[in-house]
Nanobody, 116 residues
Framework: VRLVESGGGSVEAGGSLRLSCKAS???????????WGWYRQAPGKQRELVAG???????NYLDSVRGRFTISRDNARKMVYLQMNSLRAEDTAVYYC????????WGQGTQVTVSS
């Protein structure tokens, strides 16, 4: 199984990005029961959980992103998404997806850079 993140980039504060994560090589019967999350790691800081999703209506968010970020999943495609709006400079980090329990090998992540 390989986690492949994409969609990052450089935007100005207030802009939007949509991140995608594909669980490549994972069968649907393994993907579907798992709870998934988006994590981020800024330079010099520890990796932190930004958003998590179980069922489509079972989501949770880091306080600082609640109301700005939306996590979603597509079980048929084995994809997890993170819609990020009203981006701030402090959102600058490498973003990763992974399961919430018993994380898999981390992917390469996708860089998000927000300029103020």
């Amino acid at each position: 199984v390989r986690l492949v993140e994409s969609g990052g980039g450089s935007v100005e504060a207030g802009g939007s990005l949509r991140l995608s994560c594909k669980a490549s090589g994972m069968i649907t019967s393994v993907f579907n029961p798992n709870n998934w999350g988006w994590y981020r790691q800024a330079p010099g800081k520890q990796r932190e959980l930004v958003a998590g999703i179980g069922s489509p209506r079972d989501t949770n968010y880091l306080d600082s992103v609640r109301g700005r970020f939306t996590i979603s999943r597509d079980n048929a495609r084995k994809m997890v998404y993170l819609q990020m709006n009203s981006l701030r400079a402090e959102d600058t980090a490498v973003y990763y997806c992974n399961t919430l329990k018993d994380p898999l090998d981390w992917g390469q992540g996708t860089q998000v850079t927000v300029s103020s």
